[in-house]
């Protein structure tokens, strides 16, 4: 079945950039939709970038113009590339395959000085 494998999260300085990494496994239909969310403690799993099997991306209204959302189908990585970041978007950062409902562990952004 869909295992989603997510690494990169760390501390960083407000203004500072961090690149996310997910790593994929399951069937072509099963990952062909992958979205990132975060959740930030006493608040609701909010997603930030979504990726469809096109390669369309959206992007929640907060993150547009600072997140990228990218994908290496031949490694079946997707990324999420974080640039300019705010204190609050400090969460837990998780990769979703949405068409399975599959999430993984999760990564912990921290934006502080």
């Known amino acids: 079945q869909v295992q989603l494998v997510e690494s990169g999260g760390g501390l960083v300085q407000p203004g500072g950039s961090l690149r996310l990494s997910c790593a994929a496994s399951?069937?072509?239909?099963?990952?062909?939709?992958m979205g990132w969310y975060r959740q930030a403690p006493g608040k609701q799993r909010e997603r930030v970038a979504l990726?469809?099997?096109?390669?369309?991306?959206i992007y929640a209204d907060s993150v547009k113009g600072r997140f990228t959302i990218s994908r290496d189908t031949d490694k079946n990585v997707v990324y999420l590339q974080m640039n300019s970041l705010k204190p609050e978007d400090t969460a837990v950062y998780y990769c979703?395959?949405?068409?399975?409902?599959?999430w993984g562990q999760g990564t912990q952004v921290t934006v502080s000085s």
């Open positions: 979703n395959a949405v068409r399975a409902g599959i």
């Open positions: 399951g069937s072509i239909t099963s990952i062909n939709v």
């Open positions: 990726m469809l099997g096109g390669g369309a991306t």
